[in-house]
């Protein structure tokens, strides 16, 4: 059981250039996200899927894309990188009970530089 | 506004004391209030969760939250090096892990 697996651990890319980031949980959790690390600012929803075939936005969607095909796959899409993107990407999971106990299940995190 | 404020930091604190770190909010609609920890270069992982107001103790750490105030507290008794780390507070109002809002994160070092 891994458990949240990101890929990759760290990339540098140039401004302008597209990538996306993997995630996969083997938990058979229905809800996964993603999220931003910035100093100062803690972590930010980016998108969330609710289940495979559903997404949504989180509090910065800007510049992002996820797609869900299936329930143990998340990628975010990088469309054009800007240096504002350089940051720590936390991909997460959860039960979703629906009863307030939302214990998130988080990766070990990609480092991303774009210069 | 943040709806959730924790002081950054850095905190550092010898060994064996008592650590006690805080968060305020402004949003009365949160009922669920976790602390995560997170390790250098790591995911964080959640250390302690609690439901409305009181206290709630595991082990070495208590969570504490007081909602008439719009304070929580996580208390950490016998400190130890390993308890190293950047914890961070959040909430949730609405069922839901999307509503989940998190505080900066404060970053602690126990120094042998």
């Known amino acids: 059981n891994a458990g949240v697996t990101q890929t990759p651990k760290f990339q540098v890319l140039k401004t302008g250039q597209s990538m996306t980031l993997q995630c996969a949980q083997d938990?058979?959790?229905?809800?996964m996200s993603w999220y931003r690390q910035d100093p100062g600012m803690g972590l930010r929803l980016i998108h969330y899927s609710v289940g495979a075939g559903i997404t949504d936005q989180g509090e910065v969607p800007n510049g992002y894309n996820v797609s869900r095909s299936t329930t143990e796959d998340f990628p975010l899409r990088l469309l054009s990188a800007a240096p504002s993107q350089t940051s720590v990407y936390f991909c997460?999971?959860?039960?979703?009970?629906?009863?307030?106990?939302?214990?998130?299940?988080f990766g070990s995190g990609t480092q991303l530089s774009v210069l | 506004q943040k709806e959730v404020e924790q002081d950054p930091g850095p905190l550092s604190v010898p060994e064996g004391v008592i650590v006690s770190l805080n968060c305020t909010y402004s949003n009365s609609a949160f009922q669920y209030f976790m602390w995560y920890r997170q390790y250098s270069r790591k995911g964080p992982e959640l250390l302690m969760y609690t439901y409305s107001s009181g206290n709630k103790e595991d082990g070495r750490f208590t969570a504490q939250v007081d909602k008439s105030s719009k304070y929580i507290s996580l208390f950490i008794r016998d400190s130890q090096p390993s308890d190293s780390a950047t914890y961070l507070c959040a909430m949730l109002g609405i069922q839901g892990a999307q509503k989940l809002v998190f505080g900066q994160g404060t970053r602690l070092t126990i120094n042998p």
């Open positions: 938990m058979n959790h229905e809800y």
């Open positions: 997460a999971s959860s039960y979703s009970q629906g009863d307030g106990n939302e214990k998130l299940f």
